[in-house]
């Protein structure tokens, strides 16, 4: 809601310039505003990618705030930078108008005032009475003729809008989060820039709030952090992404688009023994009273007509995945792709699967064991060095503590480059040394000695990484995949879950 307008000094109307700029304040969403459609939801899937891939949310905040983006409806909100590239361009338009007064000779009489000087007033006339309350000193004596513009007061004029702009600018180039917009003259900004930029700043200075009612960002730190439930929401959407895009040829029978919270039903039935989950299909338990009987209502059921959907039994997994993050994976634009499958796949196991395991490791010059909530912020090392090696034993001690049917998935765009030598101490080398082979072979063997299956995709593969996977598929007895960045997420999913229903149906 603004605030009232405040009472204004009554001047002669030759005197009179463009009205006076009100600071305006800003109120809850009530629905009842005109505006951008932006909602919590939409503002997260716009800064969902920029943030996995840099991993930080108020970087992330702050690049979509200067390049701007579209709300629900498919409207352009415009960036800040575009509209510091606005402000300038005027300027210098306006820069070129005081060239052309200066020296003009006033009706007046009056000497030409100085310029930097009259600049230096109005901005502190601004700055100590409120941005946009300021008037600048009107010089009384102008004789020109009535209904034109003094000379004398187009300058004022000229210089009271660029003490705005550089006020503007100044706010804009300063704003780190979205909340240091709520500082803007809307005014002022709807004068210099137009009315959909000043919604447009509205909108984005809104943000922060959004994400955080709706329980997306905990804005109690200072710096906001992901909640669990911003953390669900990025595996979620990943996810259904991922599937979205999938072949339907290549999805087979492995479609999982609705998400059930244990086991997922099959359209099998079978006769009701003692012991199964008593998931009764009515429509056969009929169908077989009726052949019984013969006919007739009302139907009269009998334990013998019990039929039961087949469910998937629990068979429990245990999976490792393995993320290269290594700078080439940035370079070669593997990264987002990669983070996005984790994320897609840490979504799809505790929806599912919500009884298997999922361990996460990720891989560049050394190797370091992730949770859950540190996927969204991981970020690639900053070193050269893909230490395979160590990843392998991270992960192969992660899976020693699991029971279950155990499998390491590795996704990597390049062949082991760096080892752990004896103290611990990360060696890299390009081209790998046979030391750095040796080494990574011995945990793929251990890893076969205590059946650990390890499935690799490979990223713009080489035909030296492509001979090294070969021989690690001939130690291990797993598989690889040729993949890219824009079908890998394919490739890791369905195979994840053809790896499931191979457990299932070997355990009937």
């Known amino acids: 809601m603004a605030r009232p307008k405040p009472l204004r000094k009554l001047r002669r109307p030759e005197l009179q310039a463009r009205p ?7 109120s809850r969403w009530d629905g009842s505003q005109t505006g951008f459609e932006l909602d919590a939801d939409h503002i ?3 800064v969902a990618d920029d943030l996995l891939y840099h991993g930080a949310l108020t970087g992330a905040l702050r690049r979509l705030m200067a390049d701007g983006l579209r709300d629900r409806a498919g409207r352009d909100i415009e960036g800040l930078r575009s509209m510091l590239e606005r402000l300038r361009e005027q300027r210098r338009r306006l820069l070129e108008q005081l060239q052309a007064l200066d020296g003009a000779d006033f009706a007046s009489g009056e000497a030409v005032p100085d310029l930097a000087e009259l600049r ?3 901005s502190r006339q601004m700055m100590q009475q409120g941005a946009g309350k300021a008037t600048p000193e009107r010089r009384c004596g102008d004789t020109t003729q009535q209904g034109d513009t003094p000379q004398l007061q187009q300058l004022l004029d000229a210089l009271s809008r660029l003490a705005e702009i550089d006020q503007l600018e100044r706010l804009l180039q300063s704003a780190t989060n979205p909340s240091d917009l709520l500082e803007a003259d809307l005014e002022a900004v709807r004068g210099l820039l137009g009315g959909n930029a000043a919604s447009g700043l509205q909108g984005m200075a809104q943000m922060a709030d959004l994400l955080a009612e709706a329980r997306l960002i905990d804005a109690r730190q200072p710096h906001p952090g992901l909640t669990p439930r911003a953390i669900r929401k990025i595996g979620q959407n990943a996810l259904r992404d991922l599937f979205s895009r999938l072949d339907p040829d290549m999805r087979g029978r492995h479609s999982i688009a609705r998400a059930g919270p244990g086991h997922e039903r099959e359209p099998l039935t079978k006769p009701y023994s003692y012991g199964d989950p008593f998931n009764l299909h009515i429509g056969q338990t009929i169908r077989n009273a009726v052949a019984r009987t013969g006919g007739g209502v009302p139907v009269r059921l009998h334990s013998d007509d019990f039929e039961v959907e087949q469910t998937e039994q629990q068979v429990r997994s245990a999976t490792v995945l393995m993320i290269d993050l290594s700078l080439s994976m940035p370079m070669r634009n593997n990264f987002l792709p990669a983070k996005k499958v984790a994320m897609a796949l840490q979504a799809l196991i505790s929806n599912l699967y919500p009884n298997d395991y999922l361990g996460l490791v990720s891989f560049g010059e050394t190797a370091r064991e992730l949770r859950p909530e540190q996927l969204p912020d991981a970020s690639w090392d900053y070193v050269y060095g893909t230490n395979m090696h160590h990843g392998l034993m991270l992960a192969r001690a992660m899976l020693r503590r699991q029971t279950a049917n155990r499998q390491i998935i590795m996704i990597t765009d390049g062949e082991p480059t760096a080892h752990l030598t004896a103290s611990g101490r990360a060696f890299f080398s390009y081209p790998p040394i046979r ?20 499935n690799t995709f490979m990223l713009d593969a080489t035909s030296q990484m492509t001979g090294f996977v070969e021989q690690v598929t001939a130690l291990n007895g797993g598989r690889a995949f040729f993949a890219t960045n824009e079908n890998l997420g394919d490739y890791v999913l369905v195979d994840f879950v053809a790896h499931k229903r191979s457990l299932v149906t070997a355990g009937r």
């Open 20 to 26: 006076e700029p009100v600071r305006f304040a800003y």
């Open 44 to 46: 997260f899937d716009e």
């Open 120 to 122: 230096e007033r109005i």
């Open 435 to 454: 030391e750095t082979l040796d080494l990574t072979l011995a945990e793929v063997a251990g890893c076969t000695r205590e059946g650990i299956r390890i």
